[in-house]
């Protein structure tokens, strides 16, 4: 059972009271927790998804509840994550990723901040140690490390998985040698820093650039720290896929996520195409609910040929 | 005769005494008053400038207060730390009214500052600062007045108290 007592003290009191009792099956771990006013409390696990209920019926999540949830998972500094909350969602302490809902407040016609916050809904960060190792194989061609990209629509485990793939290569687990891995963590979900240091296990080789755009970071991390191998977590903007290319110029090996379905769906996207077309050698990792969080569907080079394939059974 | 001299003694001091500590309140009170006033600035800065959240904020400004005020900073921070509130002013208000009691700060002061704990982690820039200016304009203004207090009636009260006991003793004779 994974250590919920983190996430927990971040709610109102009594939801905290509340789920501290709540018993879950053996293996079951919870990967949402959604709070919307006025409505129950609804939780994801791996195995279920329900309405917390007590001995009263479906627990509903009040006003109060919301407001008092905000400020906690705030650290009661709302000021302090201003530019998270324009984003959507902020990081806390472990990784676990909060994403906002609620009225948007505007200046010069692009979102300042957020007020009456309707919803709520936390990420419970997954750290699944060896999900990556059977996969480390399929990313080396010719004994040279690939380019890779992980692609899966949300909440597939592309994150879980990158940073495996991050604590393997920087132990030396499935390679023939360890890995210096930059990483960087623009929303601190990657390696959860606290005081400088990594709360998940991401290697002893890894140095993680925290809380910076993924483009300056990764260049930041170039110049700063030679790394052989360079991890971020979503590629998406202009700016991103312009750093990449950078990078790829400068003989730093990439591996990144990416939202997307399938392979014909990534290639009609023209920054992806333009990336993978810069790309020597690599490998595209399609994830898929249907085994479980972070389980590889399909592997396929960036010349269009399908390397692995899952199968029913498999 | 010796028993009327120990009784004289007694009253006097005690009523000297009372008339030091009378005087002595309001210094502890200005000296309270003042490292709050500092606190305060300092927050003010460091929101304003830096943004730092308030657990970390308050705790590095308990090194750099005394007294009363370093130590609600320091308990209101591993609070904080600990999620042990649903909100920040509930924290806040816990902690200075605890400590409040044992401190030489007025009923007063401790509505300011309980007043102020409800504002504080507001996202409002202007309403925070709004806030915090508010909380230093009577901070202020008060130790102004006890200032002017001090200077006019700081040797009247040790004077009162040992002209009350004198009186007293008279009284008495």
Redesign the interface.
Known sequence: MQSLAEIY??L??DIEKRLKNEVFQRNEQIQEIRLRANRPLYIKTNKRKYFFSDENGAFMITHRHM??AV??L???????F?EE?KQGYLTVSGGHRVGFCGRAVLEEGSVK?LRQVSSLNIRVAGEIHGCAESWIPYLFENNRLCHTLIVSQPGCGKTTLLRDIIRCLSYGIGCEEMYTVGVVDERGELAAMKDGVPQMDIGPCTDVQENCPKAEGMLFLLRSMTPEVIAVDELGKEADFLGVEELLHAGVTLISTIHGYDMDGIMRNKKINRMLGEMEKGRILFLSKKWGVGSVAEIWDTFGKKQYERRDGA | MIIQGIGIILILSATTLCGFAFAAREKYRLKELGEIERGILLMKNQISYLGTPLTELLEQISWKTGGITGQAFQEISAKMAERQGNSAEEIWESIWLRLGKKSYLSAVDLEELLAFGKTLGFIEKEQREGSMDMLLHYLREQQESIKKRLEKNGKLYYSMGVLSGLLLVITLL
């Open positions: 003290k971040l109102p009191n407001k008092e400020e906690k705030g650290g009661y500094s709302l000021y302090a201003e909350l901040t």
